[in-house]
């Protein structure tokens, strides 16, 4: 049973810093493409960053300069770098990973909220 399980987030001032981290479970040996998607309350998922099995990122344009996607192969997991959080940045972060188990397969984790606030 693969799971994928985020855990980093918190109560955190406007311009303060997170560290998101997407930790996997189970028998797969490599995560390829993952993205971060962020849900605020009353609004749709939204996808904030990817990175590709080569290792291209592309990001939110609003969180651009301010986040940094990375993935780790010998630890299987897929981190969110937060700097300089801003309240809009408010929302639950779910990780989303193409991993490899056998076959090549999407999961997704339970998210982890973040909320940013004075």
């Known amino acids: 049973q693969v799971q994928l399980v985020e855990s980093g987030g918190g ?3 406007p ?3 997170l560290r998101l981290s997407c930790s996997t ?3 797969i040996s490599f995560i ?9 309350p009353g609004k749709e998922r939204l996808l904030v960053a990817t990175i590709s099995g080569g290792g291209a ?17 010998s630890k299987m997991t897929v981190d969110l770098q937060m700097n300089n959080l801003e ?3 408010t929302g639950v972060y779910f990780c989303n ?3 490899w188990g056998g076959d090549w397969k999407w999961y997704w984790g339970q998210g982890t ?3 940013v606030s004075s």
């Open 15 to 17: 311009g303060g810093s």
């Open 87 to 89: 309240p809009e940045d």
């Open 25 to 27: 479970s189970g028998r």
């Open 11 to 13: 109560l955190v001032q």
């Open 57 to 73: 990122t592309n990001y939110l344009e609003s969180v651009k300069g301010r986040f940094t996607i990375s993935r780790d192969n």
């Open 97 to 99: 990973a193409e991993v």
């Open 32 to 40: 390829n493409n993952a993205k971060w998607y962020r849900q605020a």
């Open 113 to 115: 909220q973040v909320t």
